[in-house]
T-cell receptor
Framework: SAVISQKPSRDICQRGTSLTIQCQVD?????MFWYRQQPGQSLTLIAT?????????ESGFVIDKFPISRPNLTFSTLTVSNMSPEDSSIYLC????????????????FGPGTRLTVT | AQSVTQLDSHVSVSEGTPVLLRCNYS??????LFWYVQHPNKGLQLLLK??????LVKGINGFEAEFKKSETSFHLTKPSAHMSDAAEYFC???????????FGAGTTVTVRA
């Protein structure tokens, strides 16, 4: 299984500033995903990041607010721009591991998350 | 489009008694289903998964789930709850042709001594 680390683990930021979250995987993966978990809520997919192409954003999320980089097969960053208190959440990256084509062995692994508080 | 409904937002059990967490799904294709657990201030851990093999799936820590296509359900059970099972549990569905995971709202499990 893939081992995922995120930096920072938590941060407290002032409104109007930006924070870049890093996600590092211990193996090469094609698909990386960024999720948001608002306080007391479930997870919502922000975007899918493939190496070498633009990230694909879900409805309600835009590139100007959440720019994503995917420079190689083991690393990605998510920036939360021009933050407001409503951005206070846990941000998680995940990767898919396994052979989806055979439908027998695929699953997503999640990083430990970055807990962001915006004041 | 795929979606998941977790029928209980909160489940409280006594230590040593069975745990049942209910999940119904909607999927337009052959789904894969997962249960994840999130302990307080911890990351998400995969408990078990169903990906079109055996309908009764055994996972870690004594949990198991049964895929019932006729009922579009994937309920999670454990015969005997332990204090360490207190956590948030998420039922998740994914379609083969879509990398997105759709999460349920979550079920909070508390275990009474």
């Amino acid at each position: 299984s893939a081992v995922i680390s995120q930096k920072p683990s938590r941060d407290i930021c002032q409104r109007g500033t930006s924070l870049t979250i890093q996600c590092q995987v211990d193996s090469q993966v094609t698909m990386m995903f960024w999720y948001r978990q608002q306080p007391g809520q479930s997870l919502t997919l922000i975007a899918t990041a493939n190496q070498g192409s633009e990230a694909t954003y879900e409805s309600g999320f835009v590139i100007d607010k959440f720019p994503i980089s995917r420079p190689n097969l083991t690393f990605s960053t998510l920036t939360v721009s021009n933050m407001s208190p409503e951005d206070s959440s846990i941000y998680l990256c995940s990767v898919e591991d396994g052979d989806r084509a055979s439908q027998g062995s695929y699953e997503q692994y999640f990083g430990p998350g970055t807990r962001l508080t915006v004041t | 489009a795929q979606s998941v409904t977790q029928l209980d937002s909160h489940v409280s059990v006594s230590e040593g008694t069975p745990v049942l967490l209910r999940c119904n799904y909607s999927s337009s294709y052959s789904p894969s289903l997962f249960w994840y657990v999130q302990h307080p201030n911890k990351g998400l851990q995969l408990l078990l998964k169903y990906t079109s093999a055996a309908t009764l799936v055994k996972g870690i820590n004594g949990f198991e789930a049964e895929f019932k296509k006729s009922e579009t359900s994937f309920h999670l059970t454990k015969p005997s709850a332990h204090m360490s099972d207190a956590a948030e549990y998420f039922c998740v569905v994914s379609d083969l042709d879509d990398y997105k995971l759709s999460f349920g709202a979550g079920t909070t499990v508390t275990v009474r001594a």
